[in-house]
Nanobody
Framework: QVQLVESGGGLVQAGGSLRLSCATS????????MGWFRQAPGKGREFVAT????????YYADSVKGRFTISKDNAKNTVFLQMNSLKPEDTAVYYC????????????????WGQGTQVTVSS
């Protein structure tokens, strides 16, 4: 069992930055691909970014490429999402997820999910 706890969300003005953290339990952190998804009101949950378990490769949604950066600290079993140049359309609940099944883009690729953290970007 893997437990994920997100933090770092909040209210920020457009153009600002936030850093989300996802603390994980257990000793299997290195065995999981870690992902960030988001869900805006009335919309489905969408892929934001991932860092793979094998070689630490990173992939991003086109909508956040160049603005968001995913990283992880293996010693602290924590994954981060640095979000810069935030836009009102980035407003959503952001979820951290862990996956040891392969793939990374779809919600069904992931075994475990955090409870989510709200990010609100004002214009």
């Amino acid at each position: 069992q893997v437990q994920l706890v997100e933090s770092g969300g909040g209210l920020v003005q457009a153009g600002g930055s936030l850093r989300l953290s996802c603390a994980t339990s257990g000793r299997t952190f290195n065995g999981y691909t870690m992902g960030w998804f988001r869900q805006a009101p009335g919309k489905g949950r969408e892929f934001v970014a991932t860092i793979t378990r094998n070689d630490g490769s990173t992939y991003y949604a086109d909508s956040v490429k160049g603005r968001f950066t995913i990283s992880k600290d293996n010693a602290k079993n924590t994954v981060f999402l640095q979000m810069n140049s935030l836009k009102p359309e980035d407003t959503a609940v952001y979820y951290c997820a862990a996956n040891n099944k392969g793939g990374y883009y779809y919600t069904y690729n992931y075994n475990y999910w955090g409870q989510g953290t709200q990010v609100t970007v004002s214009s």
